[in-house]
């Protein structure tokens, strides 16, 4: 018998987030789509966008990014994870992919905006 994991919601970030209405500011920036924490969280960051509701708390793109974009921030009680990373230092990004491509389960989305 074959078992697969499940892992998150298995969808990655949506490509077309910028078309979703802002709906605030988070750490110093824009917070995109449907908002209602503790279970929806929407995409933090403009240029380096992370699906809170995707991202499971892996971790890898603080750990990759040369110039410390991300910072953990608590999500007690999302359906994922417990804790998200945060991109607090958006405009730092030399759009070098590292954390896009590292994600494991594509939440982040770079954009050379
Ligand atoms: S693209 Fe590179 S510099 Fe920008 S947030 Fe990701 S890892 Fe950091």
């Keep these: 018998m074959l078992f697969i994991k499940e892992v998150g919601n298995n969808m990655p970030i949506d490509p077309e987030f910028m078309n979703k209405s802002t709906v605030g500011e988070h750490n110093g920036h824009k917070m995109r789509g449907e908002v209602k924490p503790p279970e929806k969280l929407g995409v933090h ?6 699906d809170h509701d995707v ?4 971790g890898i793109c603080i750990s990759v ?3 410390g974009v991300f910072d ?4 007690p009680g999302h359906p ?10 958006e405009p730092a990004c030399v759009f070098c992919r590292a954390c896009e491509v590292q994600c ?10």
């Design 45 to 50: 960051g403009t240029s380096v966008a992370v």
């Design 55 to 58: 991202c499971e708390g892996d």
């Design 65 to 67: 990014c040369p110039v």
């Design 72 to 75: 953990w921030v608590d999500s």
């Design 80 to 89: 994922v994870s417990d804790k998200k990373s945060d991109p607090v230092n």
């Design 104 to 113: 494991p389960v594509q939440a982040i989305k770079i954009t050379e905006i």
